[in-house]
């Protein structure tokens, strides 16, 4: 998990761009009656970042007309960059800043998450700095905060991703077959507490625990596919040897995708289980 960048087109020229086009003509007054209020909402979005949980929704002061023109503006969407639609190549071009969801590492980036959901903050429907690249798990249906309102989703664009390691995992071997789990540290063992905790929530709201061990159970790439691996290269190696072949590796891999991204953590996982390794070695010493 590391930061991105976003699009640092100008908010409201944007905004004008995607409201003048022609499916938008009966809007017009609409979006014109409305641009100072927008103005406002995103100089107040840029002021909260990334605490936007304490950030109110314009709610009452836009009329159903109103909150029912803003989500036009985005219905639809496509982020192909076939589209000659201004919004939609934009969009094309948020999508590209991330591969891979930053929210979970997991899946490949197929659509645009309201980071502030544009169902209650419609003003920031076509916001691009609202708008992060993720796959479609992460995109769903949830607040972004947890019910005594503290904010649960980090923000990929505004907040910083320390290096120290927060997610861990661990293998042992039952019956026969290597099982893992995942889980985050103690925030009040951190070096940085607030980070901490807002990470834990952030893996909580998107059951991260779950997906990363499903994934490892049942991915080409996951636990099977490091137990291959290690039986094909480990030949005449020991124990300690091959520990410190996967050390080096989660090290190098830890470099390029941070210290949280859970590949690193389940291939330290797997240097780190005695039990995992003697199965894959056959015991060896």
């Known amino acids: 998990m590391k930061q991105i960048k976003w699009v640092t087109d100008d908010p409201l020229a944007v905004y004008e761009a995607i409201a003048g086009e022609d499916r938008h003509k009966r809007d017009r007054r609409v979006f014109s009656r409305l641009r100072r209020r927008i103005e406002n909402a995103y100089k107040r979005y840029q002021f909260w970042k990334p605490n936007l949980h304490r950030l109110r929704a314009l709610g009452a002061q836009l009329s159903a007309r109103e909150q029912a023109a803003l989500l036009r503006c985005y219905k639809g ?32 980036t197929k659509t645009l998450d309201h980071y502030l959901p544009k169902q209650r903050y419609p003003e920031f429907a076509v916001l691009t700095i609202n708008l992060v690249p993720s796959c479609s798990s992460c995109n769903s249906s949830r607040d972004f905060r947890t019910r005594s309102g ?22 042992r071997v039952a019956a026969g077959q290597p099982d893992v789990t995942f889980d985050v540290i103690n925030w009040r063992r ?11 929530r952030h893996v909580t709201l998107l059951r991260l625990r779950k997906r990363y061990r499903r994934w ?36 190098k891999d830890e470099l390029k995708h941070g210290a949280n991204h859970f590949k690193v953590v389940l291939h330290r996982a797997a240097a780190a289980s005695d039990e995992f390794l003697d199965y894959c070695l056959g015991s060896r010493p």
């Open 216 to 251: 490892a159970l049942s991915s080409a790439y996951g636990l099977d596919a490091i137990a291959s691996t290690i039986t094909v290269w480990s030949r005449g190696k020991s124990r300690d040897e091959v520990r410190r072949i996967l050390e080096e590796q989660a090290g």
């Open 150 to 171: 503290e904010r649960a989703l980090i923000h990929p664009y505004f907040d910083t991703i320390p290096d120290e390691r927060l997610l861990f995992a661990e293998i």
């Open 77 to 108: 969407a496509h982020i192909a960059p076939r589209s000659k639609s201004p919004r939609d190549k934009l969009y094309a071009e948020i999508r590209k800043r991330a591969a891979e969801c930053p929210y979970c590492t997991i899946g490949p």
């Open 190 to 200: 951190t070096a940085n507490p607030t980070f901490a905790q807002l990470y834990g």
